[in-house]
């Protein structure tokens, strides 16, 4: 690679992690999408990047699309490249964006999955967790995932400070450090408050975070897919089994029971209502099931 097109694309990951705070998952992400295309280039065009064109972008697609990469893989590419370009075009190092008439490939948009509530209601009331500090701990992340919707970095990172017991809420720093004020019920707010109690009993304990494992420790994010996981399992035939599904299974819930899809987009964090939108489809099927079970001439 050029080293005028490597110093372009640090600028613009620094850009992205100091000023748009983004996770160092996303940057990642971006990295890789840029090396990918600009190692096409050169491969084939030997150009540098102010005389990239829209067509070298659509054979870098082409090329995508030949190895079978999925279209929402190659969407978020474009947008990767969107993104790139755009802060090119603001920086003046180029004059004109390649990308402008690139549109994104269409995608069959799947309705997300999620546990149905009589699962749910058997998962807290039926399902008997160890009666040690993995169980109390392992029922209470459960409940915290499904009662407030959380990302799986935002429950391992969740501090003691941010549970505000007098206003009932949980402060969530989301993504691009975006806080959330996260309504908690007094039930889940006493758990909480007594499970963080008994961290006292740990040698050690880290108390600046919420969860802690047995010997005291934050918890992986990785030990937290297992535990959901091997609980889901005994309640729901779904193939997905995720901490994600049980975020998906939250705002599910609340617009099937009639919550103003606003107030979701808030709940969730979501920058965007169309990304809350999808919820509201579910809401739809579960309409046209009653309907075509109860309605004599359906």
């Given at each position: 690679m050029q080293s005028t097109e490597a110093v372009s694309i640090q600028r613009f990951l620094d850009y992205l992690k100091f000023q748009k705070r983004y996770s160092q998952h996303t940057i990642v992400s971006y990295q890789t999408d840029l090396l990918d295309f600009f190692d096409f280039i050169h491969l084939h065009y030997e150009v540098g990047i102010t005389e990239i064109s829209p067509v070298m972008v659509r054979s870098w697609l082409a090329d995508l699309k030949g190895k079978k990469i999925a279209s929402k893989s190659i969407n978020r590419k474009i947008s990767s490249l969107k993104t790139f370009f755009k802060y090119q075009l603001k920086g003046e190092i180029i004059e004109v964006s390649p990308m402008t008439t690139i549109i994104s490939l269409k995608v069959n948009k799947r309705?997300?999955?999620?546990?149905?509530?009589?699962?749910?209601?058997?998962?807290?009331?039926?399902?008997?967790?160890?009666?040690?500090?993995?169980?109390?701990t392992n029922r209470l992340l459960l409940q915290v995932f499904y009662h407030t919707g959380i990302r799986v970095s935002e429950l391992v990172n969740l501090k003691t400070s941010q549970l505000d017991k007098s206003n009932s809420n949980i402060k969530v720093l989301g993504k691009g450090n975006k806080e959330r004020v996260l309504p908690v019920n007094n039930d889940l707010l006493e758990q909480l408050s007594a499970y963080i109690k008994q961290k006292s009993v740990i040698s050690n304990a880290d108390h600046e975070y919420i969860f802690v494992n047995d010997k005291g420790k934050k918890l992986y994010t990785r030990h937290v897919y297992n535990v959901v996981r091997q609980y889901l399992?005994?309640?729901?035939?779904?193939?997905?089994?995720?901490?994600?599904?049980?975020r998906h299974s939250f705002a599910t819930h609340l617009t099937n029971n009639g919550a103003d899809i606003n107030a979701v987009k808030e709940l969730l964090g979501h920058s965007s209502l169309a990304a809350t939108q999808i919820y509201t489809h579910n809401s739809i099927e579960k309409l046209k099931d009653v309907h075509k079970k109860a309605h004599p001439k359906s």
């Open positions: 309705l997300p999955s999620y546990i149905e509530e009589k699962d749910i209601d058997t998962l807290f009331r039926h399902v008997e967790f160890p009666d040690n500090w993995d169980g109390k399992t005994l309640v729901t035939s779904n193939e997905r089994k995720s901490p994600h599904i049980l």
